[in-house]
Every structure is written in C-alpha cells, then in structure tokens.
C-alpha cells in the first residue's frame, strides 16, 4: 500500500523530579541535603530512512511518546535519563505543523532531526543549602515534554519525472530503461502509485526517474488519482511528457499535451516552468503524419523531441544521454525550506506556556500557572524555607507585580492550586 500523507502525534519525556532528602548514617549528625537530580526526558527524533518508500506504517501508529527521566534520589543519585524516541520516515517527507501548516523539516537532506526536545531534570535540595538555610525542604521539578500534531507528506526524490495521460506506455518505458518493475497493462490506471527507477547510463553515470500515475483532464481539482501525486513531480529537476504517438486510444496527442500541461500550470505555477522533453512512444506504430506533427509542435513549442519505442527498445540511449547532459546543467533537486528557526526543538521548548493568568471574582485573586503548580507540588510549605523560596518565585515570575496591578490589598486572599495564600506587602 502507497501513503504519502500521513498525521501523527508526538510528546518528548518529562524530565525527572529533583529530589528532596538529608543523609543519614550512624554517628554522622547533620548530614545535610542529599536529594539528586531528575534524569533528562527522552527527545523526539526523526531519522530519514533511504530503505522506506511510504509512509503506511504510520496508518496502524499515530502516537509517539518518549519516556520521562527518572527522578531524583538519596545518596545524591540523579535520576536516569529517559531514552530517545525514534521516528524512522522515507527521505524526501516533508513535516509540518500541523496547527500552523507551516514546514518544521524536509528530511530530505537531514540523517535526523531532534523534532521535540526532553525536559530538564530538576534539581534536587542539595542545591539550595546555604549557610542560613542548612536543610531545605523543598526541590525544582522536572520540565514537561513537548506535545504536538505534525503533517508528515512524502514528496519522492527524483530527477526526472514521467509525466502523460494514462496508456501511452510510461509503465513500459520505466520498466526497459530502469530496474523499476511496475505492474503493465493495456487499461487505464493500471499504475496506482509512483514507480522510482535508477537509470544507468554508463559507468557511474546515472539519475533517478518517477512514473507519476493518474494524470487526466481536471487532475489538478481532484479528478483521478493526478491530484494525489502531482506533489511528487514538484521535487523533479525535469520532466519527461510521455505521449502516445500512434493513438492508439482515439485522442490526439498534441491535444493531450495541453491537457496536461494546463493540469501542471493549475496545480503549480513553478511546476509548469519545469524543463520538459517531448517523448513520442509506441513510434513502431505510428505513421509518419503523426511523428510529422508532433516534431512540428515540438519546434513550435521549442521542447526537444524524442522518437522511441518502449517495446522495441529502440531510440532509449539518445534519450538517456541527451537527459544525462540536461541535467547537469540544472539546479539539484528542490528542497523545501523551513518555516522556523535553525533549532526548532528549542524555540518550541521555550514557548512552552510557563506564564499566568490571574482572574478576580468577589475580591478573591485566583492564579492560573502551570509552572507554578509544579513548584508546589515540590514545596513543604509548612517550612519557613520552602514558603520563602515560593515567594520568591512569585516575584520573579512577576506574578507579585501584576497582583499588585490589579489592586490586591494587605490580607486579601490569593488562591494558587486551590490552596489559599493571604497576600502581605512584605513579599
């Protein structure tokens, strides 16, 4: 089964939890902090794998999650850290925001890509021992992992693609001038997803092809398969347009080409400026009014004309050649260029949402934050050390300053977590 589009989930590991703990041992008195740090949350990585031709793998598995760091223990032991989750995608997909719609990657020249970070572990109570505070009570908690939903779209790596209306024998040609093997038959759509072919043209001379199936009349809009595919022709450094020229199906090939070409132009506008060749097959059949006609509209058109014969094999190595030296004097294949910075694991980590909100109802303030509800589940509050450090994080998270504002006054009550705090200037 081809898939080319496919949706998925993804949440990097929470780091581990600092750890709040004070050594024991006989006849050691005061043997101050020995709580360890919380392990590294797993990250997220995507890994371009050249053996992967689809993306149906991820039609049975949507959600990716990497595990959480450990926390932290006694003894000052950290936690370990979480292992990688990796995503292997064929070369050439193209991952998006889903949100967005924006570009985040094109794996196609990247081996890997960290697409979601690991939160940091936390630190634990050893950290905050000083001289006037020799045994804290409290500890930092590890950051939360990064979720989000990504767009993954396969656009095949090729240099050449093969382009026509369906029966005029672009399965046969793929099949004689490559090692691809396509399914060949006399009906249309007999080709229900792209072929990939290596063309040899001498040694250590060769490039890429891709059959694309399913181009007819309204392509562009949906019709057939074309629609499903034209994404792959946009990667292609040129274009084969392949055409019947004994028409055999009853339709004029000169007519076909504008068909197609007009199908091209509608789905992309860049698309229809790529580099064509004109390549009459089946010429064994053809008269020489039909050959006649269309080298006229190839040199009306100034696209250079091929006569070959897919089933003879006759006319195949001009056109090798004559595509070999065309290509090198084009640009390499296309590469789509991200919508965000250079380190987008780390500009997406550090819009994690760790501001607040605060509503007043009836002279009570209620602070919404989730940073902060994970600085309370760490904080002994019934410790006059762990309280003032709380505060502290209140005055630097700003949320002192925005309550002050707001108009709180002296012993008006502050409910964080739906623990009630009575407010005091002095914080």
């Not at 089964?1 to 006989?26: C, Y």
């Not at 109802?361 to 902060?372: A, H, I, N, P, Y």
Request: glycine share 12%.
């Amino acid at each position: 089964m081809f898939v080319d589009v496919a949706e998925i989930r993804i949440k990097s590991g929470s780091g581990g939890n600092g750890a709040v703990s004070f050594h024991r041992e006989k006849y050691v008195s005061a043997g101050g902090p020995d709580g360890g740090d919380g392990g590294k949350g797993g990250d997220v990585i995507l890994k371009a794998d050249p053996h992967l031709n689809t993306l149906v793998d991820f039609r049975y598995r949507v959600l990716y999650v990497a595990k959480d760091g450990e926390n932290g223990g006694r003894n000052n032991c950290s936690g370990k850290s979480a292992p990688d989750t990796v995503i292997r995608v064929p070369s050439g997909t193209i991952v998006k925001d889903k949100e967005t719609g924006n570009i985040i990657v094109d794996m196609s020249q990247k081996e890997s890509f960290v697409i979601a970070s690991g939160g940091r572990g936390g630190r634990g109570n050893q950290h905050f021992a000083t001289s006037s505070r020799q045994a804290p009570q409290f500890a930092i908690p590890g950051e939360d992992g990064v979720s989000m939903e990504l767009i993954l779209e396969l656009k095949l790596l090729a240099d050449v693609g093969l382009i026509g209306l369906p029966n005029v024998g672009k399965s046969t040609l793929i099949s004689v001038i490559s090692n691809a093997r396509p399914k060949i038959a006399n009906y249309h759509f007999t080709t229900l997803q792209p072929n990939l072919g290596v063309v040899s043209v001498g040694e250590g001379e060769s490039f890429v092809v891709a059959d694309i199936p399913g181009l007819i009349e309204g392509a562009s809009a949906g019709v057939g398969l074309g629609h499903a595919f034209l994404r792959h022709v946009e990667r292609c450094r040129m274009l084969w347009h392949v055409v019947d020229a004994a028409a055999l199906e009853g339709e004029n090939a000169v007519q076909g080409i504008e068909v197609i070409n007009k199908e091209l132009a509608c789905f992309s506008e860049e698309l229809a400026q790529k580099p064509q060749v004109l390549v009459a097959n089946k010429l064994d059949l053809a008269s020489k009014d039909q050959v006649r006609e269309l080298e006229d509209y190839a040199k009306c058109t100034k696209v250079q004309f091929f006569g070959v014969s897919a089933l003879e094999r006759s006319g195949l190595d001009s056109l090798k050649k004559a595509t070999l030296r065309k290509l090198e004097e084009l640009p390499p294949i296309k590469v789509f260029e991200s919508d965000f910075d250079d380190d987008f694991a780390k500009s997406r980590r550090e819009g994690i949402d760790n501001g607040f909100e605060i509503e007043v109802e009836d002279g009570v303030f209620r602070v919404k934050s989730k940073l902060l509800l994970r600085i309370l589940k760490s904080v002994d509050l019934f410790d006059c050390g762990a309280l003032l450090y709380f505060q502290k994080m209140l005055v630097k998270m700003g949320v002192d300053a925005q309550l002050r504002a707001l108009g709180i006054k002296e012993k008006d009550v502050v409910i964080i977590d739906g623990i009630d705090f009575d407010f005091e200037y002095t914080m």
